[in-house]
């Protein structure tokens, strides 16, 4: 079945610090790949997406590529801000009707 | 351009009360899922329907938990009788025809005392 595995937080970085959260997975046939960020208090929204091998998604200054040798979607921002402090959730899909599968999620605190 | 919209946004009741969640999903979505947040087990989808029929219910956790889905526009989650351990940030979420990709609500967190 699918899984994704991502890296335990908390990441805890100064502000303008350089970001990576690894991301990898297993899965049968071509998933889509998705990051999701949960800011306090609120609902996941979607980050950014890659849809196939070698694609790269990006928004708000943050990429992931889709790497499907490595099967990985590994999350990174140049430069991170006290604003983007929040849950970090790696998710593929779809699998069984259009559900997603979940990472455990990666706690980021940014500090000035 | 109105979201997910759940309610209440909190609840708090005491142990053996009834406690119902509402969810209204964005207009034109065909698929809706529960989702429960929890610090111990994180999040955990419970149900999901597709075109108001449910489609998988294995994540719900035991018989106290039911779930409806009466038409495109409005969904339930009920826990009766609820206990302590139910205490949690449940989300709903939905999405479009053929797109994996899920919008979610704001939550409703729940404690039950």
């Known amino acids: 079945g699918n899984s994704v595995t991502q890296m335990e937080g908390p990441v805890t970085l100064s502000e303008e610090a350089f970001l990576t959260i690894n991301c990898t997975y297993t899965?049968?046939?071509?998933?889509?790949l998705f990051w999701y960020v949960q800011y306090p208090g609120e609902g996941l929204q979607l980050l950014l997406k890659?849809?196939?091998?070698?694609d790269k998604g990006s928004n708000k200054g943050f990429e992931a590529t889709y790497r499907k040798e490595t099967t990985s979607f590994h999350l990174e921002k140049g430069s991170v801000q006290v604003s983007d402090s929040a849950v970090y959730f790696c998710?593929?899909?779809?699998?069984?009707?259009?559900?997603?599968?979940f990472g455990t999620g990666t706690q980021l605190k940014v500090e000035l | 351009d109105a979201g997910v919209i759940q309610s209440p946004r909190h609840e708090v009741t005491e142990m053996g009360q009834e406690v119902t969640l509402r969810c209204k999903p964005i207009s034109g979505h065909n698929s809706l899922f529960w989702y429960r947040q929890t610090m111990m087990r994180g999040l955990e989808l419970l149900i999901y329907f597709n075109n108001n029929v449910p489609i998988d219910d294995s994540g719900m956790p035991e018989d106290r938990f039911s779930a409806k889905m009466p038409n495109a526009s409005f969904s339930t989650l009920k826990i009766q009788p609820s206990e302590p351990r139910d205490s949690a940030v449940y989300f709903c979420?939905?999405?479009?025809?053929?797109?994996?990709?899920?919008?979610f609500g704001p939550g409703t967190r729940l404690t039950v005392l």
């Open positions: 899965a049968t046939g071509y998933p889509s």
């Open positions: 890659a849809t196939k091998a070698d």
């Open positions: 998710a593929l899909g779809p699998g069984g009707g259009n559900k997603l599968t």
């Open positions: 979420a939905s999405s479009p025809p053929s797109s994996p990709r899920q919008f």
